[in-house]
């Protein structure tokens, strides 16, 4: 089984819907991301999470919000979809909370991808 | 600004050649440099890391370098395989953060 699953992988849906993708993770990792991925623009990073009371903008998070249910689960949802929300989000995970004080290389395990096409 | 850069153009080699890609930065100190492979409609999967102290390091038929004065590291496959064909990221990690910071990637097509 895949440690990171996405859900649904792919989604067509009208301008003003709200959307929710899911993510879970079997890794037993604190941190979880979200991005999304345009051609030409490479992976851009949503909402970041070190733990469930842990959540942090990146640098596009206007028009998102996410949720971390668990330490496996972090949702991600568009209240009111546009069109240039259209591109490919993956869900990341890394390793454990930085207050740990373990050090880690932040090396990312990432989901399959969630194909999301607003119309 | 800070920026990072790698080559938008795919790059288009012979099997059994070798395949150098290549990731600038600017106005970043990273504490170390990552690199992933994508294939078409999936996640990037993790391929080698390196750090800011480190020149090179390998792994099989791959090999990084880093060279933190000249903001640059270079990614080679050795005597590549149309296996090998996929977008390559190159990834940059602060020190005084717990994120990282993708490149666009590069596109590798081993001809047979």
């Known amino acids: 089984d895949a440690d990171v699953t996405q859900t649904p992988r792919n989604r067509i849906t009208k301008t003003g819907k709200r959307i929710m993708l899911e993510c879970s993770q079997t890794?037993?990792?604190?941190?979880m991301y979200w991005y999304r991925q345009d051609p030409g623009l490479g992976l851009r990073l949503i909402y970041y999470?070190?733990?469930?009371?842990?959540?942090n903008k990146g640098e596009i998070s206007d028009g998102y919000s996410v949720s971390r249910q668990a330490q496996a689960k972090f949702s991600l949802s568009l209240e009111s979809a546009i069109p240039n929300q259209t591109a490919l989000y993956f869900c990341?995970?890394?390793?454990?909370?930085?207050?740990?004080?373990?050090?880690?290389?932040?090396?990312?395990?990432f989901g399959p991808g969630t194909r999301l096409t607003v119309l | 600004s800070q920026k990072i850069e790698q080559n938008s153009e795919a790059l288009n080699i012979q099997e059994g050649k070798t395949a150098t890609l290549t990731c600038n930065y600017t106005n970043y100190s990273p504490a170390y440099l990552q690199w992933y492979r994508q294939d078409p409609g999936r996640g990037p999967v993790f391929l080698l890391l390196i750090r800011e102290n480190e020149k090179e390091k390998r792994k099989e038929r791959l090999k990084v370098t880093f060279d933190t004065t000249l903001k640059q590291s270079l990614f080679h496959i050795t005597a590549s395989q149309p296996a090998d064909s996929a977008t390559y990221l190159c990834a940059l990690r602060m020190d005084s953060s717990y994120k990282l910071i993708f490149g666009s990637g590069t596109r590798l097509l081993v001809r047979p």
């Open positions: 890794k037993g990792h604190d941190r």
């Open positions: 990341a995970t890394s390793g454990p909370h930085p207050k740990q004080g373990i050090t880690s290389t932040d090396t990312q395990y």
């Open positions: 999470s070190f733990d469930v009371k842990d959540i």
